[in-house]
């Protein structure tokens, strides 16, 4: 069975803060695909990264970057310089065949000004 | 940037109704999924759909879901008799292909409530 876990239900931090949301998975499968996804007050779910389990690289995307690694079996998701509009819901996500994402439980990022 | 676009964005039931929620899915897009979240809980796969056919379905998805491509551009979902525990915000969601590492692109959500 496929599962996420994201520990952090909600964080708040100040502005121009650094901020690190944590996602751990459990699969059976060895190739699979990991996802953050961001859900804003709007309510629609906004893809932001997709990572395969062969790549372990690191990414960095302007403020964002995740840390991949299969050791520990986690994909942890920082926010440098946290801004207002930072604050949503992230969802970290696994991919199973046809395209089911196995979704972690959220967590809440309240940056405040 | 293209988006699915889901109606109505609330929608409120009467207990035993049938309800149906709409999507428009991205145009060129050819699988399609309905997810839900109970309020305070996770996103939960509901159903995947190509070809005017189900592709795969979870333990939720029971008799009384349904799902439909009418015509060339909507994708709906029906309950037939909704029940309380229905009440849920339900995201379409559609992608180019089916691969595992698909980016899916979702809508906005509808808010059912069922009283």
């Known amino acids: 069975a496929q599962k996420v876990t994201q520990a952090q239900t909600e964080i708040s931090v100040v502005e121009k803060e650094d901020v690190t949301l944590d996602c751990v998975y459990e699969?059976?499968?060895?190739?699979?695909?990991l996802f953050w996804y961001k859900q804003p007050p709007s309510g629609e779910l906004v893809f932001l990264i997709r990572?395969?389990?062969?790549?372990?690289q690191n990414e960095i995307s302007g403020r964002y970057s995740w840390n991949f690694q299969k050791s520990t079996s986690s994909f942890n998701f920082t926010i440098t310089a946290s801004q207002v509009v930072d604050s949503a819901v992230y969802f970290c996500a696994l991919s199973r065949a046809g395209n089911m994402l196995t979704f972690g439980g959220g967590t809440r990022l309240m940056v405040k000004p | 940037e293209p988006e699915v676009t889901q109606t109505p964005s609330h929608q409120v039931t009467q207990m035993g109704q049938e309800v149906i929620l709409r999507c428009v899915p991205i145009s060129n897009h050819l699988y399609f999924y309905w997810y839900r979240q109970i309020l305070g809980q996770k996103v939960e796969f509901l159903v995947s759909f190509y070809n005017n056919e189900i592709s795969e379905k979870s333990e939720i998805f029971d008799d009384q879901f349904s799902v439909e491509r009418p015509d060339g551009s909507n994708f709906t979902l029906k309950i037939r008799s909704t029940k309380l525990e229905d009440s849920a915000m339900y995201f379409c969601?559609?992608?180019?292909?089916?691969?595992?590492?698909?980016?899916?692109?979702f809508g906005s959500g509808t808010q059912l409530s069922v009283l």
């Open positions: 990572r395969n389990s062969f790549d372990e």
């Open positions: 699969t059976r499968d060895t190739t699979y695909y």
């Open positions: 969601a559609s992608s180019a292909g089916a691969a595992r590492n698909e980016k899916l692109f």
